[in-house]
């Protein structure tokens, strides 16, 4: 006769928070909370631990009360927000947030669209839709430094790298989104596809710059 096994449903048990942003001058505070809270009831999110602060979404997620929402959720747990913009003001903050919890194992909701982030493929795309993003961030950046080095070099101001630097890396400028799909799981072969680069350039680009994925990261559907 097999050994009776006992229960460990406690153990297992995730639990769940929802974290609320709310701007100083936003009317519909009551509205999103409401649609927050028929989300879990309707998913059987219960109990939920709800944290609300107001502030500007100009503050990084990782100065802001969401930071330790996440350092208290563990592998299994579930947070929930009712939109993607109150994570971060951008898609590299809201990318930034993402590969932390997916590192750590905990899924992600957006309630009002309706998004999860959980490790699945739905979360592999949307990483590459938040990538994409990110990317032409990052163009209107390069465009207004490109502009900024003009006018200062009009004005007599010496540009240049100082003697001794580094010479730049191709992927320099990226370092943050390969550092945020290495989070996510990827495998070297996907995230040279989405940088658009071969896998071994993206490979000495790692080596060279000491960039290291995060443990124990569960990703579906990785090659």
Do not use: C
Request: hydrophobic share 45%.
């Amino acid at each position: 006769m097999k050994p009776k096994k006992t229960p460990t449903a406690a153990a297992a048990a995730s639990r769940y928070f929802a974290y609320l942003r709310v701007s100083t001058d936003d009317q519909n505070a009551a509205n999103q909370k409401l649609g927050l809270l028929e989300y879990a009831n309707a998913h059987g999110f219960a109990p939920l631990k709800i944290v609300e602060e107001t502030g500007s979404r100009a503050k990084s997620w990782r100065k802001r009360a969401l930071a330790d929402v996440l350092a208290e959720a563990q592998r299994g747990d579930v947070i929930l927000s009712p939109e993607i913009s109150r994570l971060g003001e951008s898609a590299l903050q809201v990318l930034d947030f993402m590969a932390e919890a997916v590192a750590k194992g905990v899924a992600v909701h957006i309630t009002k669209q309706k998004i999860v982030l959980d490790g699945s493929l739905q979360a592999e795309i949307m990483a590459t839709v938040l990538g994409l993003a990110a990317r032409i961030e990052r163009e209107f950046i390069r465009a207004r430094t490109t502009e900024a080095l003009r006018v200062a070099k009009a004005n007599g101001k010496r540009l240049g790298r100082p003697p001794g630097q580094a010479a730049a890396l191709k992927l320099d400028e990226r370092a943050d989104e390969v550092a945020a799909y290495l989070a996510l799981g990827l495998s070297l072969t996907k995230a040279a596809a989405r940088l658009e680069v071969s896998k071994a350039t993206l490979s000495r680009f790692i080596k060279r710059r000491k960039i290291k994925p995060a443990k124990h990261v569960e990703v579906k559907g990785n090659g």
